[in-house]
């Protein structure tokens, strides 16, 4: 129903109520049948026990399942518990993480006001908010929240701050007339109240129209629990390297099973043996190791203000093409601050930002002191009389308490040296008209200390400029000619296409020995001061932020519920709204399905007048061109977008729980410029987890081949499985998390977002995986062939020298691993706890060949010290050829 357009008669008719003395307690009854309660409905949850199962459907988890079962018919049990120790403690981590994400619904509810008052067989009551149903009469004052979506019929300077639902900077003025128009967006219904919304100034009453989820807080509700959740490229990636894996494995099984029996070999014999080079083809610890890289990364981020609630959100970062950020309070500080005075003729700027009452006063780039120029003294002196707003220090941070849009007036005077006590003890203010929304005015009488009267007025500039008689120019008063209001007009246009609020300050003496009674009498014969112009500036390292993701190959694109000339400044200032970049409204994405945006959203930089509804078929739009979309916001008309995004990134400190419930990424200092470190971090992270899978399947085709060729060439197997095992979780382990530390390459932010479907093994890794790994084979079997033929009665000898050498030379390779380019690349003691993870190994190594205790367990024995010789040529030998062949390629 479309009740903004309704006379109040014809809405009275329509909700079938009795606007003077509310509806009957058995209607009320009769309704409540028929539409239910007036709360937010959750979709049906997961129980813990599924939610706990659903863990376990991942395809690298299934492939180690399938490991577990097969190493456990082999009887290598020692195998499959620790298999199943890392596969349950992933389990675990992404349980307890799923669990606390989904309380977006709850976080909605805490937002509908817990009672409210309503007006039932002509007595007004109060009744909790689930009770209200259609058609209920209901009433609110400063400082109360909304409990459901009502039209008003009756308002007293009445404003409602609705910035989360429709990301609006100021408050809403609102107003009883109908309004006619299609697709009018939800901020510009100005005769309508929306359930959670919070009243900051004056009263109403309304009838409700809508409770529980046809509300437009219902329908946000609604979308966050249909908003479909979107992998990220990591899970992408690592469900495909399962894939490449499982299919390694099959074929690998069948190849030895085939070269065995056409050896000669039982069928029995060879398949056991082909399914142990299977099991060796899958890197057990990759996934634990992939949660400890992005775990270490969160610790990192919370260092940088960013908290990671999601932790595949730390790397989708790295990958994100497209930054959608709301302006008001990310890439504005969300402080209305008077940057421009403007009185007869004159013009001076403001600096400093914020509520921090430190500035500088400037006319023609000229710093200028405001006490000795009299109309712009006068012009903040007023300003700060007819005035409620309060500045508080808490924390060392000044925080404001009233109105935005007066506390800005209050600063500026704040600025010049004024302060309100002191003119308080020259100034009595004896009576106040408030602000209304038809007038749009405020006055004030104010007596100063020689008796005499003065009315002091603020309010909307067309309207105070057509209703004074004089105006104050050049220090001069003159009459208010058409000259003179086309010059003042001409002031506000200019200051108004800068984006900036304006607001104008006039007085009149007052010199009847009564006060005035009425607005109409107060607001009289009043000469014209000035203008106070105000925006909510952006913050001072957003534009070099913008600059360097727009490096970094990324996009960043403003989505805001503010005014398109606003938007358009805003983005303009920060380098966003650039050439030939577009601007659509809400009312044109009215028109617009996901198709239709698709073709143009390449060329949009400016969302401006945007609804819950329009942000998300911007991501959606976005996403089907193949961008990887961060999206940030701080309001409930945030939510849907934030989850339907790649990575959901809220505010911390203006942030509702609602957006931070639904979001990957909670931003500690509400900065554009935080979101652009968490880039840096998240790039870094994606490089050291290709690291470590180099590293890990490099060793792992090491151990494949050097028993493959093994096989073909009718030797003894050169590894026993458990030290295979010991390799892939031990050895291997340690320094691949200590390359999940590996501090960012310089040109980390200069490099374009890799494309979201990038394999695992683009940019040359499946080449230097499969050609490290042939070297470290060969090497391996080698040392195996030497030490066997001078040990020829003595198999665990040299599967003993096979086992070091392959250790050693993984632990060379590691180094190899931290460039693309070479071992020689990178200073390696660069990242330490990689040396002292090396370190580790090594002396884990020596203990598992030399300890009695650990040699029966590991199949091994001690190695004559003269062999080390022979294990260290031949473990160095991989790395040092490829190396050899680095330096060759420069040199040509």
Avoid at 793 to 822: N, P
Wanted: aromatic share 6%; glycine share 8%.
């Amino acid at each position: 129903m479309r009740y903004h357009e309704m006379r109040q008669e014809d809405l009275e008719k329509t909700v079938n109520s009795d606007f003077a003395n509310g509806l009957a307690e058995d209607e009320v009854n009769k309704r409540r049948k028929q539409f239910g309660y007036n709360e937010l409905q959750e979709a049906e949850k997961q129980s813990a026990l599924l939610l706990f199962f659903s863990q376990f459907k991942d395809f690298m988890v299934i492939v180690l399942l399938a490991a577990t079962l097969i190493s456990g018919l082999l009887g290598e049990y020692i195998d499959a518990v620790a298999i199943i120790a890392i596969v349950l403690i992933n389990g675990f981590l992404g349980f307890f993480q799923e669990r606390k994400a989904e309380k977006s619904l709850s976080a909605l509810k805490e937002l509908s006001a817990p009672q409210v008052y309503v007006l039932r067989d002509g007595n007004w009551t109060k009744v909790p908010s689930k009770e209200v149903v259609p058609g209920d009469v209901i009433k609110f004052a400063s400082g109360d929240r909304i409990g459901a979506d009502v039209r008003l019929i009756k308002v007293n300077n009445l404003e409602i701050e609705e910035s989360a639902l429709t990301g609006e900077s100021v408050p809403v003025t609102k107003q009883t007339g109908e309004i006619k128009g299609e697709n009018i967006n939800l901020g510009d219904l100005e005769n309508m109240a929306f359930m959670g919304t919070m009243v900051t100034r004056g009263n109403g009453i309304g009838v409700v129209t809508a409770i529980g989820m046809q509300t437009a807080m219902g329908k946000i509700a609604d979308m966050i629990q249909t908003a479909e959740t979107m992998t990220t490229p990591l899970q992408r990636r690592l469900e495909q390297l399962g894939k490449i894996l499982i299919t390694v494995a099959l074929i690998l099984t069948a190849l030895v099973v085939g070269i065995g029996v056409i050896q000669g070999h039982d069928m029995y014999t060879m398949f056991l043996a082909g399914v142990s080079l299977a099991v060796a083809a899958i890197p057990e610890g990759l996934p634990a190791i992939v949660t400890v890289a992005l775990s270490l990364g969160v610790q990192r981020m919370i260092r940088r203000n960013a908290i990671v609630r999601k932790l595949p959100a730390v790397e989708t970062l790295g990958c994100a093409s497209v930054i959608c950020s709301d302006k008001t309070g990310t890439l504005t500080q969300n402080k209305m601050t008077v940057t421009h005075l403007w009185s007869g003729g004159n013009t001076w700027t403001v600096s400093g930002t914020g509520y921090d009452p430190e500035g500088s006063f400037y006319r023609s780039e000229k710093r200028v002191s405001p006490s000795s120029e009299k109309s712009l003294n006068q012009l903040l002196t007023f300003g700060m009389l007819c005035n409620n707003a309060k500045i508080k220090v808490k924390d060392d941070e000044y925080i404001l308490d009233g109105d935005p849009t007066e506390g800005a007036l209050l600063v500026a005077a704040l600025k010049a040296g004024m302060q309100r006590e002191s003119l308080l003890g020259k100034f009595t203010i004896e009576k106040e008209f408030p602000f209304d929304s038809t007038r749009k005015m405020m006055s004030i009488v104010v007596k100063d200390q020689q008796g005499k009267r003065f009315i002091v007025t603020k309010g909307a500039p067309d309207v105070l400029v057509n209703i004074s008689q004089s105006i104050l120019w050049e220090e001069k008063l003159q009459h208010r000619t058409k000259e003179f209001t086309e010059k003042v007009q001409g002031a506000i246009h200019e200051l108004a296409s800068n984006a900036l609020r304006t607001i104008a300050i006039a007085y009149t003496p007052w010199t009847s020995p009564s006060l005035p009674q009425s607005e109409e009498e107060a607001e009289k014969g009043l000469t014209f001061i000035g203008l106070h112009g105000m925006i909510d500036p952006p913050r001072p390292e957003v534009k070099q932020a913008v600059k360097e993701c727009r490096q970094a190959g990324i996009k960043t694109v403003m989505i805001t519920g503010d005014h398109v000339i606003t938007a358009k400044a805003i983005a303009k200032d920060l380098g966003i709204l650039r050439g030939q970049d577009k601007v659509l409204e809400g009312a044109d994405l009215n028109s617009m399905e996901v198709e239709d945006l698709e073709e143009v959203v390449e060329k949009v930089s400016v969302f401006a007048r945007v609804s819950p509804e329009h942000k998300l078929k911007i991501v959606k739009a976005l996403q089907n061109r193949g961008h990887v979309v961060a999206m940030t916001g701080d309001g409930v008309n945030d939510a849907p977008a934030i989850k339907a995004a790649d990575i959901g990134v809220a505010m911390g400190i203006t942030g509702t729980d609602v957006a931070k419930e639904a979001s990957s990424l909670v931003l500690l200092d509400d900065n554009f410029a935080t979101i652009k470190s968490a880039i840096n971090e998240g790039r870094n992270i994606y490089e050291n987890i290709r690291k470590f899978i180099r590293y890990l399947l490099a060793s792992n085709v090491g151990e494949i081949l050097v028993m493959l060729f093994a096989m073909i060439l009718a030797l003894p197997l050169p590894l026993v499985p458990i030290q295979i095992l010991w390799v892939n979780l031990v050895t291997d382990g340690l320094p691949a998390m200590a390359l999940g530390l590996d501090k960012p390459e310089e040109d980390v932010m200069k490099r374009n977002p890799r494309h979201p479907k990038e394999g695992v093994f683009a940019r040359g890794l499946g080449w230097k995986v499969v050609s490290r790994g042939f070297l470290i084979g060969i090497s391996t079997l080698a040392a195996f062939i030497i030490a066997y033929k001078h040990h020829p009665d003595h198999l665990a000898y040299a599967q003993t020298v096979a086992f070091a050498t392959l250790v050693m030379a993984q632990l060379i390779h590691v180094f190899d691993c931290r460039s693309e380019k070479s071992v020689f690349a990178r200073n390696p003691f660069g990242n330490m706890y990689l040396v002292w993870a090396v370190l580790s190994s090594l002396v884990l190594m020596l203990l598992v060949i030399y300890l009695p205790g650990l040699q029966p367990i590991f199949h091994t024995v001690s190695i004559d010290p003269r062999d080390w010789l022979l294990i260290a040529g031949m473990s160095a030998l991989p790395t040092f050829l490829l190396a050899g062949s680095f330096f060759a390629g420069k040199k040509r």
